[in-house]
Structure formats: structure tokens, C-alpha cells
């Protein structure tokens, strides 16, 4: 048995950088949200290294989510734009396509 879609309790938005041209032979980046989606964002414990004098911070939160079409190449927001988190990694439990369980990386 997965998780309860009632416990998904907050929006979040995957968010794909895309490219325009900027008119003047450059380019502009910039996020796009895609299909809103429901989920559980819980804090972990904070998992860092130290790496040549600098410390490093590998996955600050686990999300909890039933969108089966995420991947690491989205970034992902939350419904008032207040946090951001890139995706470090993703597990389907069991392989059973209930729910996946995202590691995330806040971003500052």
C-alpha cells in the first residue's frame, strides 16, 4: 500500500530552463512551469561533506509526489514561489508507480 493522495498536501510546479532568443544575437534563460502537481515536502537530516576546504550540502528535503513524469532535469517550485529545489534523485518504492520519492537540494 502507497501513500495516501490526501497526505499530499502542498502544490509544487516542475520547472523546465528554456532558451529565447534575446533580438541581439544572445540568448535568454529563463524557468517554465509545467503541470501543476500535489506533494508532501519533508526536511532530512543535512547530509554534508567536506571537499577541499568547502562544505557541501548533497539533499536537504525528500518530496513526496504521485506525478509519474518528473525528472533530474526539472527544478521545482513551490505554489508561492518562496522556495526552490533542484533534483538530486528519484525513487519509485518498489517500482509499483504509486508515488515517487524526490531528494531535493534547496536552492538559496
Known sequence: MGISSGLFLETFYPQTLTE????QGGVTQSFVDGTA??????????????SADKLT?????KLFCDNQTINETYRIRNSDSS??????????PSNNNHHLELTLLELD
Request: proline share 3%.
Open 20 to 23: 529565447t532568443d534575446d533580438g
Open 83 to 92: 522556495r526552490y529545489f533542484s533534483i538530486v534523485g528519484i525513487v519509485n
Open 37 to 50: 502537481f500535489r506533494g508532501r515536502l519533508s526536511s532530512l537530516p543535512v547530509d554534508e561533506r567536506m
Open 57 to 61: 550540502t548533497y539533499a536537504s528535503h
